[in-house]
């Protein structure tokens, strides 16, 4: 019984990965921004919204995108009254799965961590967003003009926006 159960317990540390063992699959990543409360969206590397909420908030992410492939994601930042930020993150090489030469054998260095995505992890694991105000100042008797990108414009503005025929 004893020689059994050593024998699965052997078995068991040679058919996993030593990158799976000590990170997982999964990662925590934390969001941050100035200001608070911004909305982010976190989309995959197929463009699949994966997560929404607001800041300071932490998500639990996938490190693996298939057999091989590290998982990226696409974070647009963003809050009324500010300019967006789109920040990337991407997943590189964990040490952990290099281990797997001396200790994981060639299930865990070829099978286990690349179909789990163990054997990557993700970066930045905190994600900080300073965004930039949208403030316009002009004295009362002064014209000017603020060129923007239709999609930093903040929602209530779309109310108030009309066309202006040119010729």
Not at 68 to 90: H, L, Q, R
Not at 132 to 155: G, H, I
Request: charged fraction near 15%; hydrophobic fraction near 40%; charge should be neutral.
């Amino acid at each position: 019984m004893k020689k059994s159960f050593i024998s699965i317990a052997v078995g068991a540390l040679f058919l996993s990965g030593c990158a799976t063992i000590f990170e997982g699959g999964t990662q925590p990543v934390t969001f941050k921004s100035v200001p608070d409360t911004a909305a982010i969206s976190i989309l995959n590397h197929a463009g699949e919204k994966v997560h929404a909420g607001t800041t300071p908030m932490t998500v639990t992410l996938k490190r693996g995108a298939g057999y091989f492939k590290a998982e990226s994601y696409t974070v647009n930042v963003t809050k009324e009254g500010y300019i967006s930020k789109d920040i990337t993150v991407t997943g590189s090489v964990n040490g952990w799965y290099v281990a797997n030469i001396l200790f994981g054998g060639l299930i865990g260095l070829l099978v286990v961590d690349p179909i789990t995505g163990a054997m990557y992890d993700l970066t930045p694991d905190t994600v900080s967003a300073t965004l930039d105000a949208m403030n316009v100042k002009t004295s009362s008797n002064e014209r000017s003009l603020t060129v923007v990108l239709a999609e930093q414009l903040p929602a209530d503005a779309w109310k108030n926006a009309r066309l202006i025929k040119t010729n």
